[in-house]
C-alpha cells in the first residue's frame, strides 16, 4: 500500500515538436485574439487588468480579456511543478506532480445505480458509504469530493455534511466545495479546525476543482471560489469540460488548444491572487454520439487527446488532471469497462497527476455505481503493477531458472520461481481466473454480480479511522452553527 | 474500411537502450550458453549444423543446438521486413510488418461460448458460422485459422473442411493448418487450386502459426511444418506460449528473453529453408494466478511484456505477432473487457503487425464466445480510429469555430462543426450512449444481449463472397480424394 503511486514508466507521447507548437500556438491565439471572458467578478479582472491584460468590457457584469502571446506562461512561472496535500493521516498525504499519480473516486453524480434498485437519486447514505468503500481500497489515493450529490440535503447546506463525511470516514486528502464562494470558504474553514489554523496557512489541505464555463468563460462563482482557495494557499483545479461540437471545435487538436487556454487562464489567475499557490492543469475532453445526440464517453479521440495534455503539461511544468474511467453504460457491463479502459489507460500513460474519476463512473456522469466503483479500484491495483513497470537485471533476466531447468523442464521448482513466484504477478481480488467447471459450479457469477457481494461486505468489514473527540465536537459545532444561519434551499 | 491498418501514431517505447541490450544479450545468452533442443527432425538439425551452429546429441531423436552470439541476427537478414500475404480478393491482401497491423479472430479454442447454451465442444457449424461473422465484419483484416476446433469431425481430417470454410465463406487471407507436415501439405495444396500453382510458387498466399514447446524446444511436427511452408515461399509465424513460472522465468524480462530466443530460432530455420520466406517473429506472454494455479491473462506484466516485444522486433526488423484481446472470464463481461482492453491496448501500441485473437477470446482460450466476437470487433473497429491520430493543421485545430462562436456561443452550428461533424467521431455501432431513460425503456440490456442480438441478424444478412464454380469443385474433389485415403482418427 503506497499513499500515491510514482510513474517508473514513460510517458506516451503521441505528438513531436512541430505538431505540439501548433497546438500552442493555437492556445496562444485563442488567448490573444479571441480572448476569455470572465463574468461577475470585477476583483479578478482587476488583478489581470493590473498584470498587464488587455481589458475590454462586453456588459454590465462580462468582460473580455486578451492575453499577449507569454504572458500566461509568464506569471505561471511562480505556479509549483509539484505539491504535497496533506492528508489528516499524515501517511496518506499525497504529491501531485512530477512522477506521482493520484487515483481519485468519480465526482459529482446525482444518481446512484447499483444491481438491486437500479437508478435513484443519491442521498447523504449513499456518499457516506461511497466514502467508506474508498478508504477501504488500498488502491484510490483520495477520498475525491463530490462523490455523490446527496440530494436529500438542501442545496445550501449539503457541502457542510459531505466535507464532514470525508473528514470523519476517510483519513485521505479530500476536494472543498467550489459551488459557491461561501461554500469554498466553509470547506477551508472546517480544515482550520481539522488541521489546526496555523498548518493550513502554510499548508495545501483541501483543493477545489472548478469548471470554466466553455466555450472561453470563467464566471464569477468559479472564479471568486479560485481567488478564496488560492489566498489560503490552498490548491485548485482549474477544468474546461469540452462536450466536442457543444462547446468546443468537434477536431480534436482544437479542443485541445482550447482546454489548454482555458485551464492556463484559471491557473494564472491562482498565481495573481497568491504567487505560489498550488494549480493544477486540467482537461476533461469527450466526444458526441452522432446517433443519440449524446455526449460520448471513452472513445478514441478524448483518449489520443489526453495524451497530448500530457505532453502539453509537462512542457509548461505544472501538474495535470486528465481523463478517468469514462462511460455511458448503464451498468457494469462489458460496454463500461471497454470504454473506461480506453479512458484509463491513457490517463496513466499521458502521466496525469491526478485522476479524478478513477472509480465508480457511468451514465455519462450522471450515476455513480456501486458495483463499477469496485471494479474499477481492481482495475487501479492493476495500474499500480502496470505503473511500477520492470527493473531488468540480472534477477529479473533469471537465466537461472532456464539453467537449473534446461529445454523442456517445466520451472515450478527452480530456485526463481521459488524466490519470486508470489510477487511476480499481480493478481485480482475480484476477477474470476479459475477453470470454467469451478466458475460453474459456484453459480456462474458475472464480474457485476462478484462485485455487488464486494461492496456489501467491504461495507459490513468498514472500519472508521480513529478521530480525535474534540475536532469531532469542533466539526459538528462549525455545521450546526452555519446551518442554523440559513434557510434551506433546494436548487 | 481498408484492407489493413496503417499506423499513424508512435509506438509506446518502455525500455531505454540499456534495458534492451540486457534483454538482447539475455536471448544470446540462451541461445549460446544452454542452446535450443530440436526433436523429431533431422533434417532441420542438419539445416543448422550446415550454418555453423553447435550440434550436440542429447538422446536418439533430440539435438541440442548452440549458436554463437549474433549467428541468428546473421541469418534473419535475409527475411523480409514486411510482406504481403494475397487474398484470393485482391483488394483484401494484407501487408505484414512495417507500419501495417492486421487484425485476426481468435484461434484455437476447442469449446463455444453463448448466452443461450453456455460453454459446449464446438462443432464445423460453429466454425463456419464465425468465418461468416469475421468476413461480415470490416473491422478484421484477416480470416484467421482454426477460429475454433471442429470437434465433430476426425481429427486428421478437420484441416481440410477448415481450409475450405475458410476458402469459401470468406475472401480474406487466411491460416492454414500446422498440426502435422501433410496437413500444412494439404493446406498449400489447397492454396495452390484457389491461386494457382504459378502465383502460389512467386506469392505468399497462407500461413502456418507454429508453437514452440517452451522452454527451448522446437519438435518436429512444428519445424517440418515450418520447413514445408518456407519451403513454398509460405509464411510462418513462430511462436513461444510462455506460461511464466511454468515454462519460462516467472519474472516478466526473463520471460521476454525466453521468448525472443525461441522465436528468432524458429524463425532462422525459415531462412535457411528459404531464404526471404516470410516469417513472423512472435509472443504470446502471461502470467499465472496464485489463488487459482491458473494461467492468468490480461494482467499487467504480460502487456508491459508486448511493449518490450515491440521494440525488440523493430530492432530486428522482422514482422511481430503479438498479444490480442485476452482473458479468462467465462462470459463477456466486465471482466472480460478490462482484461481483454489491457492485453489489447498493448498489442496496438506495441506495434503489433499481426494481431491474433483480436476478437472472440474467452475462458483462457479453451472458449470462443459468439457475444465477445462481436463486442471485440466494435473495440477494433474504435482501434481503427485510435491507430490514425491527428492531423494537427489549421482546419483541425478549428479556430475558426471559436471564432464564429466566441465565447459562451454554442458550436453547434458553426461551419467548421457542420463540416466535421458527421466525420470528427468515431461511434460505436453496439455501445448504449443513449440517456438512462431511453436505455431503460428499451428493455436495460447489457453489452452482451446487444450482441447475443448482433451476431444472430449478422448470420441472417450474411452474404456469401462469390467463388469460381470449378475452383469449388476441384477444392471439393481434393478433399473427398483426401479424405478417401485415411481412417478417421478421433485424436
Chains 1, 2 share one sequence.
Not at 493590473?50 to 492575453?67: C, D, R
Not at 505560489?276 to 486540467?282: C, F, K, R, S
Not at 472508521?464 to 475536532?471: F, G
Request: hydrophobic share 40%; net charge negative.
Amino acid at each position: 500500500m503506497v499513499p500515491y503511486i510514482t510513474r517508473h514508466i514513460p510517458t506516451y507521447d503521441l505528438l513531436g515538436e512541430e505538431n505540439l507548437l501548433k497546438i500552442e500556438h493555437a492556445a496562444d491565439t485563442i488567448l490573444g485574439e479571441i480572448g476569455i471572458e470572465f463574468h461577475d467578478d470585477p476583483e479578478t479582472v482587476q488583478l489581470f487588468r493590473q498584470a498587464g491584460a488587455q481589458v475590454s468590457v462586453v456588459t454590465e457584469n462580462a468582460w473580455n480579456i486578451k492575453f499577449e502571446p507569454g504572458m500566461i506562461r509568464e506569471i505561471l512561472k511562480t505556479a509549483p511543478p509539484h505539491f504535497t496535500q496533506h492528508a489528516r493521516n499524515p501517511a496518506k498525504s499525497v504529491k501531485i506532480g512530477g512522477n506521482a499519480m493520484v487515483f481519485s473516486p468519480s465526482y459529482g453524480s446525482p444518481f446512484i445505480i447499483d444491481m438491486n434498485q437500479g437508478r435513484r437519486y443519491a442521498t447523504l447514505a449513499d456518499f457516506e458509504n461511497l466514502i467508506k468503500l474508498a478508504q477501504a481500497s488500498p488502491w484510490l489515493h483520495h477520498s475525491g469530493g463530490t462523490i455523490c450529490e446527496p440530494t436529500d440535503i438542501p442545496v445550501n447546506k449539503r457541502h457542510l455534511d459531505m466535507i464532514y463525511a470525508h473528514m470523519r470516514y476517510s483519513d485521505r486528502a479530500f476536494l472543498g466545495s467550489i459551488t459557491a464562494p461561501e461554500r469554498a470558504a466553509d470547506s477551508i474553514e472546517m480544515c482550520r479546525i481539522l488541521f489546526g489554523t496555523d498548518f493550513v496557512s502554510e499548508h495545501c489541505v483541501v483543493m477545489g476543482n472548478f469548471n470554466s464555463t466553455s466555450p472561453l468563460i470563467w464566471d464569477g462563482n468559479s472564479t471568486r471560489g479560485i481567488r478564496n482557495y488560492a489566498e489560503a494557499g490552498q490548491g485548485s483545479i482549474l477544468l474546461p469540460f469540452l462536450l466536442g461540437g457543444a462547446v468546443s471545435p468537434v477536431t480534436m487538436p482544437g479542443a485541445v488548444a482550447q482546454s489548454l487556454a482555458e485551464s492556463m487562464a484559471g491557473c494564472a489567475l491562482t498565481q495573481l491572487v497568491r504567487p505560489g499557490a498550488p494549480a493544477i492543469l486540467a482537461s476533461f475532453l469527450s466526444s458526441t454520439s452522432l446517433r443519440s445526440g449524446s455526449p460520448s464517453f471513452g472513445t478514441p479521440e478524448p483518449a489520443l487527446g489526453s495524451l497530448i495534455m500530457g505532453q502539453l503539461a509537462r512542457r509548461l511544468n505544472l501538474p495535470l488532471r486528465c481523463a478517468g474511467n469514462f462511460s455511458t453504460s448503464k451498468l457494469a457491463d462489458a460496454q463500461a469497462m471497454t470504454q473506461g479502459m480506453m479512458s484509463m489507460m491513457s490517463a496513466v500513460q499521458c502521466g496525469a497527476n491526478f485522476i479524478m474519476h478513477s472509480a465508480g463512473f457511468l451514465d455519462s456522469l450522471l450515476s455513480m455505481s456501486y458495483e463499477k466503483f469496485m471494479l474499477d479500484t481492481d482495475l487501479c491495483a492493476a495500474l499500480h503493477t502496470y505503473l511500477k513497470g520492470f527493473e531488468v537485471d540480472d534477477d529479473s533476466l533469471g537465466l537461472d531458472a532456464l539453467r537449473e531447468g534446461g529445454p523442456g523442464k517445466h520451472m515450478f521448482g527452480t530456485a526463481h520461481t521459488l524466490a519470486h513466484y508470489q510477487t511476480a504477478y499481480w493478481e485480482s481480488s475480484l476477477n474470476d481466473d479459475q477453470p470454467y467447471e469451478s466458475w460453474h459450479e459456484q453459480g456462474q457469477e458475472d464480474a457485476m454480480q462478484r462485485a455487488n457481494h464486494r461492496w456489501k461486505t467491504t461495507l459490513q468489514d468498514y472500519q472508521a479511522p480513529s478521530l480525535d473527540e474534540s475536532t469531532d465536537e469542533a466539526l459538528k459545532e462549525f455545521i450546526n452553527r452555519r446551518k442554523a444561519t440559513m434557510d434551506d434551499t433546494w436548487y
